[in-house]
């Protein structure tokens, strides 16, 4: 098996890696849901998201502006954000996302589709998840050593970390022995539209990456959350009821629960 360079990394699974780091940081997708319709001020999306500090979302929405999904409407006073073109565009990206998680990761409590999709993200986020999916992807079992081949350049242990981590979060499955093996689960295979509709959406708004989104990708790529270390999806519902989603309804699953769970308490971070 030829080992994995940058140059034989597929684009779409560059495409989607770029992708993810913009959309994954934890509260993006409410925050840019919140900035639909009327621009705002980082305030009122603190007012909006009282699960984050008015520095937290003042932090998110700085940094989303930077990566594009967001930007300034200039006048007199504090600042005030409304999406670009590539913030409105994301919906069938969230769709896709939200079709697969709904399917294929069962919530152990009613959780909102927003968080759906936050968590389908965060565990496409960790780096090198979505080339091992790519990879995994060309044989029905690919031993653990020719995945250190392709990985050449990634010490084994970081290697073997990833592939247990995507094993907690049940993207693959590994036989025993002294040399295992891994191939994808059911939920591993079907990443397939998500990730597809993740590098539509980046090809067409960031066909190369700007200064910005290349820092945000390498922010990403050291990235090494394992499952275990991943909140549920569940402790992520919301008390305040969010605002409407701009995930089309005909386009994607009914979601398990309302977008608001009022007996959930609201995050803190």
């Known amino acids: 098996m030829p080992a994995l360079t940058p140059t034989s990394i597929p684009e779409r699974v560059v495409l989607a890696e770029r992708a993810v780091a913009v959309l994954s940081p934890r509260s993006t997708m409410w925050a840019l849901q919140t900035l639909h319709g009327a621009p705002k001020t980082s305030g009122e999306v603190a007012a ?47 769709a896709a996302l939200l079709e697969w998680h709904t399917r294929h990761v069962p919530a152990a409590a009613p959780t909102a589709a927003l968080d759906e999709i936050e968590e389908a993200l965060g565990m496409l986020r960790p780096a090198h998840t979505l080339r091992t999916l790519d990879l995994l992807a060309t044989a029905e079992l690919v031993p653990q050593t020719s995945v250190h081949v392709a990985f050449a350049e990634l010490p084994q242990w970081r290697v073997d970390r990833r592939l247990r981590a995507m094993e907690h979060d049940r993207l693959v499955a590994g036989t025993t022995g002294d040399n295992p093996a891994f191939a994808l689960t059911d939920r591993g295979r079907a990443t ?37 270390s991943r909140v549920p999806a569940a402790a992520f519902s919301h008390a305040p009821t969010p605002p409407t989603p701009t995930t089309p309804t005909a386009a994607t699953p009914a979601p398990r629960a309302a977008f608001s769970t009022p007996t959930a308490p609201a995050r803190t971070h």
């Open 48 to 94: 909006a998201l009282p699960w984050l500090t008015p520095a937290a979302a003042t932090q998110r929405v700085r940094q989303m502006h930077r990566d594009g999904l967001i930007e300034r409407v200039d006048r007199p006073g504090f600042p005030r954000y409304t999406p670009t073109l590539a913030g409105h565009g994301v919906s069938e990206a969230q």
């Open 192 to 228: 397939t539209e998500a990730v597809t509709a993740l590098a539509t959406w980046a090809r067409f708004h960031f066909p190369s990456p700007t200064e910005h989104t290349a820092a945000t990708v390498a922010k990403a790529a050291h990235a090494e959350t394992t499952g275990a």
